[in-house]
């Protein structure tokens, strides 16, 4: 059974850092792409950033770019999300996704990923 679980969220002052994981059993992992997505209430989900299936390419939204970083342990099957500089607007439920991919360079950004977990609240106060 496919199961990602993310971990790591909390409550932070601005400025602060929190790193999200995400334990995936994708089986092999190097099939997949993945990504982390954020909700905020009353607002869609928006894509955060992504990894291709080995880690060749990534992509981040404008919002976070030079701020978050994502990456991929293939050892473990875990994908991470360094968050640095955090702002209050950063403030949502993030969540992890995955995604079966032929493409080595494919970086998904749209919601339209196969796999998700059931997300972590990241809370950032001013």
């Known amino acids: 059974q496919v199961q990602l679980v993310e971990s790591g969220g909390g409550l932070v002052q601005a400025g602060d850092s929190l790193r999200l994981s995400c334990a995936a059993s994708?089986?092999?992992?190097?099939?997949?792409?993945m990504g982390w997505f954020r909700q905020a209430p009353g607002k869609e989900r928006e894509f955060v950033a992504g990894?291709?299936?080995?880690?060749?390419?990534?992509d981040y939204a404008d919002s976070v770019k030079d701020r978050f970083t994502i990456s991929k342990d293939y050892n473990n099957n875990m994908v991470y999300l360094q968050m640095n500089s955090l702002k209050p607007e950063d403030t949502a439920v993030y969540y992890c996704?995955?995604?079966?991919?032929?493409?080595?360079?494919?970086?998904?950004?749209?919601?339209?990923?196969?796999?998700w977990g059931q997300g972590t609240q990241v809370t950032v106060s001013s």
């Open positions: 996704a995955g995604e079966r991919t032929e493409s080595t360079i494919r970086v998904p950004t749209t919601p339209n990923y196969a796999y």
């Open positions: 994708l089986h092999p992992f190097s099939d997949y792409a």
């Open positions: 990894i291709s299936r080995y880690s060749s390419r990534t």
